[in-house]
T-cell receptor
Framework: GAVVSQHPSWVICKSGTSVKIECRSL??????MFWYRQFPKQSLMLMAT?????????EQGVEKDKFLINHASLTLSTLTVTSAHPEDSSFYIC??????????FGSGTRLTVV | GESVGLHLPTLSVQEGDNSIINCAYS??????FIWYKQESGKGPQFIID?????DKRQGQRVTVLLNKTVKHLSLQIAATQPGDSAVYFC?????????????FGKGTKLSVKP
């Protein structure tokens, strides 16, 4: 079946630094990737949608200059949290879809900003 | 029984009993629905899906029921096992699952007592 690999699974960074999270589709071409954020005991909230080779579309209230999304190839999308602050601490999850491949989720990245 | 916590409703069941998890979806235009299981610290795992032209679909030990009239979805798990303990989310899509993002429901935490 379809596999999406997300890396790292957890990261701790200092306030003010940037962190990059990678999401790779291992066995299919991901024409669209989605990035979600999940706070404890809450549901997944969509942050942005990215199509390969295009600029990401951000949901209302999500700062595009803070959460940089790059989807330069059909197998890789990255989310960079710039100038991270403690309130950015969360669980970030990517999802990918492709031709004949439904929504497949990565294993998530736990970001802690100290 | 079922209780509503600060953010996440919880359903406690005895091992071997059947579980029913409910979801009220938001968009009457949604025509594709998925149930996901999420274990602590992991990404969502696909359980079963259903399209709006059906009202019932069965998988291994799981059944999804769809009532479009009242915008209600349920997941039935037969002979619940300790390994079923997790948070369960319903998700909806209005493009038949062929494009666009998924919108997630609030989630229900299932706790299975041995």
């Amino acid at each position: 079946g379809a596999v999406v690999s997300q890396h790292p699974s957890w990261v701790i960074c200092k306030s003010g630094t940037s962190v990059k999270i990678e999401c790779r589709s291992l066995d299919f071409q991901a024409t669209t990737m989605f990035w979600y954020r999940q706070f404890p005991k809450q549901s997944l909230m969509l942050m942005a949608t990215s199509n390969e080779g295009s600029k990401a579309t951000y949901e209302q209230g999500v700062e595009k200059d803070k959460f940089l999304i790059n989807h330069a190839s059909l197998t890789l999308s990255t989310l960079t949290v710039t100038s991270a602050h403690p309130e950015d601490s969360s669980f970030y999850i990517c999802s990918a879809t492709g031709m004949n491949y439904g929504y497949t989720f990565g294993s998530g990245t736990r970001l802690t900003v100290v | 029984g079922e209780s509503v916590g600060l953010h996440l409703p919880t359903l406690s069941v005895q091992e071997g009993d059947n579980s029913i998890i409910n979801c009220a979806y938001s968009n009457s235009a949604s025509d594709y629905f998925i149930w996901y299981k999420q274990e602590s610290g992991k990404g969502p795992q696909f359980i079963i899906d259903i399209r709006s032209n059906m009202d019932k679909r069965q998988g291994q030990r799981v059944t999804v029921l769809l009532n479009k009239t009242v915008k209600h979805l349920s997941l039935q798990i037969a002979a619940t096992q300790p390994g079923d303990s997790a948070v369960y989310f319903c998700a909806e899509n209005k493009y038949g699952g062929s494009q666009g993002n998924l919108i997630f429901g609030k989630g229900t935490k299932l706790s299975v007592k041995p």
